[in-house]
């Protein structure tokens, strides 16, 4: 069965601009596209704007280059942000996507200071996963040393660069080992804003103001989630592996690679493994790539068995399962009909949804 999707969807806040492709070109051929500097110019209006009203602001700025930056052609002809042409082979066109979201981050904050609101203003800056290493060396970055990648829950597709900005409030040059999780965000900012989080439910994400103010450590675990199911636990330098998977045997046997270059065996499975009775544990400061398991035989496995035993035990006892608000179909269907596509009349019929059935394939 052929799947024809629509393009995907653009917004502004919660509105559709258009789609990929059609008012947002993007060249076949080359991958290349002025996306990034479109969401520049939108970002620094913005934050124009907030400043000469004098209202505080809240940017979520999400550039996407450096997802899959090159899509055909072995050599072709590249643009440099500086708008100098050079011939290069595939692999300079992903360094290339990174010289713009830094010379594009760099514009953002010397904005900032032009406008003197930058000793009132924090920047967080963070990815939401390693890099989609399943594209292959064309279409993908590094994850260095780390195992795997987007859509795993080893490191290489879980841990992801995360750095804080705010002259004046976080000492340049700062480097904390502080756990967190993209969910901090969200306590971190209401506190920042001087704000109370909702007490109507139970938030997931900490208030990372301490790490970031006072170099201070909050002792806490982070969970490795691959939808309901709880894979990994990390606890400080330690981590619990009680179930591995990278991809199929069918996804694999066609070419696509979760792991390629660093499959371990017993660890980068091809089926999804259970070992809630005997993790594989592994401690990251000495092992970063996930490739020696501590021996069960040893006194440290099962220090840290116990360890991680009761926390995981707890957090199983005390997680309230939530209803969920978009799962992988849902946002597929979304693409067809989203919200804002009535006034560029660019609504398209969806097909029905069965989540039940949901597959996303490679």
Same mark, same amino acid.
């Given at each position: 069965?052929?799947?024809?999707?629509p393009?995907?969807p653009?917004?502004?806040? !919660?509105?559709?601009?258009?789609?990929?492709?059609?008012?947002? /070109?993007?060249?076949?051929?080359?991958?290349?596209s002025?996306?990034? @500097?479109?969401?520049?110019?939108?970002?620094l209006?913005?934050?124009? $704007?907030?400043?000469?009203?004098?209202?505080?602001?809240? %940017?979520?700025?999400a550039?996407?280059?450096t997802?899959?930056?090159?899509?055909a052609?072995k050599?072709?002809?590249?643009?440099? $942000?500086?708008?100098?042409?050079?011939? =290069? +082979?595939?692999? =300079?066109?992903y360094?290339d996507?990174?010289? #713009?979201?830094?010379? !594009?981050? &760099?514009?953002i904050?010397?904005? %900032?200071? &032009?406008?003197?609101?930058h000793?009132?203003? %924090?920047?967080?800056?963070?990815?939401?996963?390693?890099?989609?290493?399943?594209? *292959?060396?064309?279409q993908?970055?590094?994850?260095?040393?780390? %195992?795997?990648?987007? #859509?795993?829950?080893?490191?290489?597709?879980m841990?992801?660069?995360?750095?804080a900005?705010?002259? *004046?409030?976080i000492?340049?040059?700062?480097? !904390?080992? $502080?756990? *967190?999780?993209?969910?901090?965000?969200?306590?971190?900012?209401?506190s920042?804003?001087?704000?109370?989080?909702?007490?109507?439910?139970?938030? +997931?994400?900490? +208030?990372?103001?301490?790490?970031?103010?006072?170099?201070?450590?909050?002792?806490?675990?982070?969970?490795?989630?691959?939808?309901?199911?709880?894979?990994?636990?990390?606890i400080? @330098?330690?981590?619990?592996h009680?179930?591995?998977?990278?991809n199929?045997?069918? /996804?694999?046997?066609?070419?696509?690679?979760?792991?390629?270059g660093? #499959?371990v065996? *017993?660890?980068?499975?091809?089926?999804?493994? /259970?070992?809630?009775?005997?993790p594989?544990?592994?401690?990251?400061?000495?092992d970063p790539?996930?490739?020696?398991?501590?021996?069960? #035989? !040893?006194?440290e496995?099962?220090?840290?068995?116990?360890?991680?035993?009761?926390?995981?035990? $707890?957090?199983?006892?005390?997680?309230?399962?939530g209803?969920?608000?978009?799962?992988?179909?849902?946002?597929?269907?979304?693409?067809?009909?989203?919200?804002?596509c009535? @006034?560029?009349?660019?609504?398209?019929?969806?097909?029905?949804?069965?989540?039940?059935?949901?597959?996303?394939?490679?």
């Amino acid at each position: 069965m052929v799947c024809v999707c629509p393009n995907i969807p653009v917004y502004n806040n !919660s509105e559709m601009k258009g789609r990929y492709y059609e008012e947002f /070109e993007i060249n076949v051929k080359t991958g290349e596209s002025n996306l990034t @500097q479109i969401y520049l110019k939108e970002g620094l209006d913005f934050i124009s $704007q907030q400043a000469v009203a004098q209202r505080p602001f809240f %940017l979520y700025w999400a550039p996407d280059a450096t997802h899959a930056p090159v899509y055909a052609s072995k050599r072709f002809l590249g643009k440099s $942000q500086r708008g100098r042409y050079t011939l =290069c +082979d595939l692999s =300079c066109i992903y360094g290339d996507a990174m010289m #713009e979201l830094d010379d !594009s981050i &760099s514009q953002i904050l010397a904005h %900032l200071v &032009s406008l003197g609101i930058h000793n009132n203003t %924090l920047v967080f800056f963070t990815s939401d996963n390693g890099a989609a290493v399943m594209s *292959g060396q064309l279409q993908s970055g590094s994850n260095g040393p780390f %195992l795997c990648g987007k #859509e795993t829950t080893f490191e290489g597709g879980m841990r992801e660069p995360a750095i804080a900005w705010w002259p *004046g409030r976080i000492p340049a040059g700062t480097v !904390s080992y $502080q756990l *967190g999780s993209v969910m901090d965000l969200f306590s971190t900012s209401l506190s920042v804003a001087g704000i109370h989080p909702p007490d109507d439910r139970v938030i +997931d994400g900490l +208030d990372l103001s301490p790490v970031l103010f006072n170099n201070s450590l909050l002792d806490r675990p982070i969970f490795y989630y691959r939808g309901n199911q709880m894979m990994a636990v990390r606890i400080g @330098q330690y981590k619990a592996h009680y179930w591995t998977w990278s991809n199929s045997w069918e /996804e694999f046997n066609k070419g696509i690679n979760f792991c390629p270059g660093k #499959e371990v065996p *017993g660890v980068t499975t091809h089926t999804q493994e /259970e070992h809630t009775m005997q993790p594989l544990i592994f401690h990251l400061e000495q092992d970063p790539g996930e490739r020696y398991p501590i021996s069960v #035989e !040893s006194k440290e496995y099962r220090n840290v068995l116990r360890w991680v035993t009761a926390v995981v035990e $707890q957090h199983q006892t005390d997680l309230i399962p939530g209803m969920t608000q978009l799962n992988m179909c849902d946002l597929a269907v979304m693409n067809w009909s989203p919200p804002g596509c009535e @006034q560029l009349g660019k609504c398209l019929k969806p097909p029905e949804s069965n989540p039940w059935k949901c597959d996303w394939p490679h």
